[in-house]
């Protein structure tokens, strides 16, 4: 009979103050003469492993700050001025269809796909932009919005925004009026640097900038349920800057398919999650 011996393995959310996050992983050990002391009980977020499903091409000079799956095709939003904007594009060869440029003085962010259009995000310039979903010419957009925009996705309440903060905002897709705010725990912890998300089965997804990790937020409380792996991914990745990061997930709801893939990256990856047993302490 064999004793549980627990390996803790630093997160990289070396940011994350008061606490260093780090990963707790749970393998049998060698047998011990004296009786280990019972453990805790576990109640934080489920970490899970990326298993890689298919790769496919991506421009590595798109610089990645929205990715959405609809009718068939990948819709990405990319940033940098005068570089930024919102494409259509083919999963199995990378290549751009319909693209349609964002005003050279603003930093494109996240997208998200709200009814017949596409909505997407400026960084500092206080701009939201519309597009038709079908073509992606310009379809309006508002002025003066008083926060950063950083990722953005759709659920049955709202928008739900991000701004690099440990808060969510929930926003009325016609006004963009803040219907209420969310603010996001891992381990009871606030956790920063929320960046591109996606809605997938009542959970919101969110890349942690400058992280290896995702993370599935519970909307209601803002309790952070998961943590995804992808470090094995993110190191295979030749990294051209300190950008070259993580950052843009899709989600395939019919065919049930998950994407990811990273600012200026030369690949998208479908991947699949495998539970594991490591937790996050």
């Known amino acids: 009979m064999t004793h549980r011996a627990i390996l803790f393995i630093a997160a990289a959310f070396t940011w994350l103050t008061p606490a260093v996050v780090t990963v707790a992983i749970a393998q049998d050990a060698a047998p011990s003469a004296e009786r280990a002391p019972a453990l805790e009980v576990y109640s934080g977020p489920a970490v899970y492993r990326a298993e890689i499903v298919a790769t496919y091409p991506h421009d590595t000079a798109a610089f990645t700050q929205g990715l959405v799956w609809h009718d068939g095709h990948l819709f990405e939003s990319t940033g940098q001025e005068g570089q930024s904007e919102v494409r259509k594009v083919d999963l199995e060869t990378g290549k751009v269809l319909t693209r349609s440029a964002i005003p050279a003085d603003q930093f494109g962010e996240g997208l998200a796909l709200s009814g ?166």
Request: proline share 7%.
């Open 116 to 281: 017949r259009e596409f909505i997407s995000l400026t960084w500092r310039n206080g701009v939201i932009h519309r597009w038709n979903a079908r073509t992606l010419k310009p379809a309006g957009s508002k002025d003066g919005v008083p926060f950063e925009g950083w990722g953005l996705t759709t659920s049955d309440e709202g928008l739900i925004h991000s701004d690099g903060t440990a808060t969510l905002r929930v926003l009325d897709p016609e006004s963009f009026e803040v219907l209420r705010m969310v603010p996001v725990t891992l381990n009871g912890q606030p956790l920063p640097n929320l960046n591109e998300l996606e809605m997938i089965d009542g959970l919101v997804y969110a890349n942690v900038w400058q992280s290896p990790f995702i993370v599935a937020i519970d909307p209601a409380d803002g309790v952070i349920k998961r943590l995804i792996d992808l470090r094995a991914i993110v190191d295979s990745i030749p990294m051209t800057d300190r950008d070259t990061v993580l950052n843009g997930i899709a989600w395939d709801p019919k065919k049930r398919r998950l994407f990811v893939t990273g600012k200026r990256w030369p690949s998208l990856f479908e991947i699949n999650l495998v539970e594991t047993e490591a937790q996050v302490r």
